[in-house]
């Protein structure tokens, strides 16, 4: 617990800094890809050419719990609070899918396009940043079910650099 709140009250006093190590520059990026993601939530949907989310997963969208969770990543301050945040999403997504389809469990082909609807929708701000600030600082204390989620995450965020905007 003790080492937990020092690291909180240290990330507090630097988290700018770290965050943005390159200043306006990754301020920038993190802008520009906030601003590509809003345009592909404008022509996305679950039956979209680069997702093809199947029908029976489609009753809980947009799997607003999802979006919340993640959306919420940048009110934390460290760099494990913010993988915890993007495990929730990622839990809460195998849980509604897992909802969807009792007979058999949701495996990561449906589960990936589902976590890039929900990152497209919830488009939370400074996401390029993010992920550098954890792996930074985080990266190598990630492990277990903690890092598959982490990893899927980054593959989706990876993927939606190259969408197009066509449907």
Not at 72 to 87: H, L, R
Not at 90 to 119: C, G, H, Q, Y
Not at 128 to 148: D, V
């Amino acid at each position: 617990d003790a080492q937990l709140a020092i690291e909180r009250y240290i990330m507090s006093r630097i988290y700018t800094h770290a965050m943005f190590p390159n200043g306006d520059g990754d301020i920038m990026r993190d802008q520009l890809f906030q601003e590509h993601i809003k345009k592909l939530s404008n022509v996305i949907t679950p039956s979209h050419k680069d997702l093809r989310i199947p029908r029976m997963y489609q009753f809980e969208c947009p799997w607003t719990a999802a979006q919340k969770e993640i959306y919420m990543i940048n009110a934390y301050k460290t760099p494990k609070d913010k993988v915890k945040c993007v495990f929730r999403c990622a839990t809460t997504i195998m849980n509604l899918l897992s909802m969807a389809n009792e007979k058999a469990v949701p495996a990561a082909d449906d589960f990936i396009p589902v976590i890039i609807f929900v990152i497209i929708k919830a488009n939370p701000p400074c996401l390029l940043s993010t992920i550098q600030y954890i792996q930074s600082f985080y990266g190598n204390r990630i492990g277990g079910e903690e890092q598959y989620w982490w990893i899927q995450f980054c593959s989706a965020v990876e993927f939606i650099k190259n969408m197009d905007y066509n449907e």
